[in-house]
């Protein structure tokens, strides 16, 4: 049954309409399954983010204003093949995290370094957000679950949420690693422990799956960030001093080779469910 998935999905796309009115449920989920490679794929973008935002700012020599509006238009265009498809497509869905990934890193330097706003602020500003898209998408869909991403009201409110954990883990993690003068290392180590505190949480002490979930996400961001900067920062600064490029260029090809392996295999792929139609 699996192996013929593939051709299922390519049928299903070919017979309907561009986008999915947002109260039917399409038969496949559009976002992966939970796997270890999820969480591996997760942090690698999360640290291309940060150091492609970097280099992109360094090398273009558009201003940190233009790199961002380049980044956004770019994703804007990604977003819309994303909502176009029927069903998860890794490079797609992948592409989409990682500029969104770029774009949340550039939305709070923007904050931060165009307009002086306060780490502690942006931090602050960007949890309320975050808040406040999980609580209108509770509010309209009565669940908040990864495993049910199959309208485009769901996907919206989804991809809403993604981009504000990324801006509110750059502000956390800048706070934590450049105001608290942790350093690069010690920041990775402390944002690891905590992922792990919430791991234990859950298959520990109950910790609801949904909410372990996005708070793990949230910190797979400063996470990444922190592992990024320490390979790429000169080593006077605390890192290792690999440069931006051959930082970027180096977790890019992992990324790609471990997209291509899950196209290929379909590892995160979950079994499909009878097409259901669904109230407003």
Same mark, same amino acid.
């Given at each position: ?22 109260? &039917? *449920?399409? *038969?496949?989920? @559009? ?9 591996? +794929? @997760? ?15 360094? @090398? ?15 994703? #804007?265009?990604?977003? %819309?093949?994303?909502? &176009? ?11 989409? %995290? ?8 550039? +939305? ?15 931090? #602050?500003?960007?949890?309320? =957000? ?11 869909? &009565? ?5 049910? %991403? ?31 003068? $942790? ?12 992922? =792990? ?7 520990? $002490? ?14 797979? *961001? ?32 992992? +990324?790609?080779?471990? #997209? ?6 379909? &590892?995160? %792929? ?11």
């Amino acid at each position: 049954m699996t192996a013929d998935i593939p051709e299922a999905v390519e049928a299903y796309e070919a017979s309907g309409p561009p986008f999915a009115s947002p109260g &039917r *449920r399409l *038969r496949w989920n @559009k976002v992966p399954e939970v796997t270890a490679y999820f969480w591996v +794929i @997760k942090v690698l973008c999360t640290t291309v983010g940060e150091t492609a935002a970097d280099l992109l700012n360094e @090398k273009l020599g558009l201003g940190l204003t233009g790199v961002s509006l380049l980044m956004s238009v770019l994703l #804007v265009a990604v977003l %819309v093949a994303q909502f &176009r498809t029927r069903a998860y497509r890794p490079g797609i869905y992948w592409l989409a %995290v990682a500029l969104i990934s770029v774009v949340g890193t550039l +939305i709070s330097d923007n904050l931060t370094d165009n307009l002086g706003v306060p780490l502690e602020t942006s931090t #602050v500003a960007f949890a309320v =957000a975050l808040v406040v898209v999980f609580v209108a998408w509770y509010r309209s869909e &009565r669940t908040l679950s990864i495993h049910h %991403v199959d309208t485009t009201r769901r996907e919206s409110f989804y991809w809403l949420a993604v981009l504000f954990t990324f801006a509110l883990g750059t502000a956390a993690g800048d706070l934590v690693a450049e105001r608290m003068d $942790l350093g690069y290392w010690i920041s990775a180590g402390l944002f690891a422990l905590a992922i =792990a505190a919430v791991a234990v949480a859950h298959f520990a $002490l109950g910790l609801d799956a949904v909410w372990s979930f996005w708070i793990a996400y949230i910190l797979t *961001r400063p996470l990444g960030a922190s592992i990024g900067d320490y390979l790429s920062q000169p080593t006077a600064d605390g890192g290792l001093g690999l440069g931006t490029v051959i930082t970027s260029v180096l977790f890019l090809a992992v +990324i790609l080779g471990l #997209v291509v392996f899950l196209t290929v295999t379909r &590892r995160d %792929v979950s079994e499909p469910e009878q097409l259901t139609p669904q109230r407003d």
